[in-house]
């Protein structure tokens, strides 16, 4: 089974969540910070999950020209925004408070009754947005991370580094996705020219999941792995127990 330590990208162990949030908080801080000193304005990318949680929390309380920043969702479920599993939602509960409410929020759902049907009018929204200066990510028991399902209708599209920013993703019903599997999902070629992309692990579950990601085997049985075999991509994995 492959060595964490002999990857590509930093793999960074934290002593809990609180640690990993922390860490993360400032440096995603720091980044944001440094595009609007450079640029004007700043771009953050984020999934949703419980792991994710306390970071957000403690980033909403940066001391940043939130106005100045857009936070990008990285994929949603095609649920409302008050209907259970909504990433936007969980996203306004958690990041979007206080100072952090004032960000320019972009969201990945569209009226149409199907992601495929709303592809095009997201994807403008989409392309009207700089490459993102930091992408928050996760990762499921199934080796997919963003909505790269594995085997998922839309998949190849997902995982292309050219065309589309943004995919519609129909992934086969398991434990994993839950009764959604309809999706909108930023592209590989959306998250690779980010600034820093971070994978946000927590659990031994996660761990396992991971080490089956670095195993040989197709892209398309793990996505993940479409991230961890590019040494060139700014990745840096961070778990905690």
């Keep these: ?13 934290h002593a809990d969540g609180a640690a990993m949030a922390d860490l993360l908080a400032d440096r995603i801080r720091d980044d944001l910070s440094r595009a609007l000193l450079e640029r004007g304005r700043a771009v953050l990318a984020v999934s949703g999950g419980s792991t994710p949680a306390g970071l957000y929390q403690r980033l909403a309380e940066a001391s940043i020209d939130w106005s100045r920043v857009t936070i990008l969702l990285v994929d949603e479920r095609w649920v409302d ?12 509960d958690t990041l979007l ?11 990945l759902k569209a ?39 594995p085997r998922a209708q839309g998949l190849d599209t997902a995982l292309s580094r050219t065309g589309r920013r ?38 031994a579950g996660k761990r396992d999941a991971l080490e089956r990601a670095l195993q040989d085997g197709p892209v398309a049985d793990q996505p993940v792995r479409a991230l961890l075999r590019d040494p060139n991509l700014p990745l840096e994995v961070h778990w905690t127990e």
């Design 1 to 13: 089974m492959p060595c964490l330590a002999e990857t590509t990208h930093p793999f960074t162990i």
């Design 81 to 92: 925004f008050d209907a259970p599993g909504s990433n936007a939602h969980f996203i306004h």
């Design 97 to 107: 408070q206080g100072g952090a409410a004032k960000a320019n929020f972009v969201g």
């Design 166 to 203: 943004v995919a519609a993703v129909q992934a086969a019903q398991t434990d994993v996705t839950g009764p959604h599997t309809l999706r909108m999902t930023l592209t590989l070629g959306a998250i690779a020219p980010s600034g820093r992309i971070v994978l946000m692990l927590s659990g």
């Design 111 to 149: 009226a149409a009754e199907t992601p495929l049907e709303a592809l095009d009018e997201v994807e403008a929204r989409v392309a009207e947005i700089d490459p993102p200066d930091v992408v928050v990510l996760g990762m499921g028991a199934d080796g997919h991370t963003a909505s790269w399902f």
